[in-house]
T-cell receptor, first 119, second 113 residues
């Protein structure tokens, strides 16, 4: 039963602390992504990775860091440098089209999300 | 500057009627468009997509129309059902951007029984 999981579902953090959000997928997808959703906003891209040991900044990478040591895992660390970290965080994965030249069909599969609240 | 715009934050429709959700984009390089559906406290799920070489794609009750000259697409749901109540995100992507989608802000659809 393939899918993408995120943990925990709810996370509370004290101001000034770093926190790491987990994302795991068993879909054998090459590409993984982190998005942030705020009320009234769309999904904004934080970081993405198209292959193991490589990742790229998205539109709002400041205050965040990622790693991609395994194909299945793409954890996101929210650092104390992130000015407004309270948000709903979504992880997604997809087939990496550039590598396999399968054309533009690039629907992403999303995890259930983690709601981070800074106290 | 938003490249994908969903100008209606919300839409209310009666069960059985048609729901029409609209989306406009500004980047002429976009050549693939997707719609996602999202329930509260869950991740979005893919609904339907369309390539720029087409002007219509249909999947059951869902049809997406693309007007390239107007840089406009719309999602039609017929007939609307209460279970369709959710936030719908329009997204657009381009080969030059590795087909990583840019999302609109979403439209909240409420279908009344």
């Amino acid at each position: 039963d393939g899918g993408i999981t995120q943990s925990p579902k709810y996370l509370f953090r004290k101001e000034g602390q770093n926190v790491t959000l987990s994302c795991e997928q068993n879909l054998n997808h090459d590409a993984m992504y982190w998005y942030r959703q705020d009320p009234g906003q769309g999904l904004r891209l934080i970081y993405y990775s198209q292959i193991v040991n490589d990742f790229q900044k998205g539109d709002i990478a400041e205050g965040y860091s990622v790693s991609r040591e395994k194909k299945e895992s793409f954890p996101l660390t929210v650092t104390s440098a992130q000015k407004n970290p309270t948000a709903f965080y979504l992880c997604a994965s997809s087939i990496d089209l550039d590598r396999f030249d399968r054309g533009p069909r690039n629907e992403q599969f999303f995890g259930p999300g983690t709601r981070l609240t800074v106290l | 500057d938003q490249q994908v715009k969903q100008n209606s934050p919300s839409l209310s429709v009666q069960e059985g009627r048609i729901s029409i959700l609209n989306c406009d984009y500004t980047n002429s390089m976009f050549d693939y468009f997707l719609w996602y559906k999202k329930y509260p406290a869950e991740g979005p799920t893919f609904l339907i997509s369309i390539s720029s070489i087409k002007d219509k794609n249909e999947d059951g009750r869902f049809t997406v129309f693309l007007n390239k000259s107007a840089k406009h697409l719309s999602l039609h749901i017929v007939p609307s059902q209460p279970g369709d109540s959710a936030v719908y995100f329009c997204a657009a992507s381009a080969r030059g951007g590795s087909y990583i989608p840019t999302f609109g802000r979403g439209t909240s659809l409420i279908v009344h029984p």
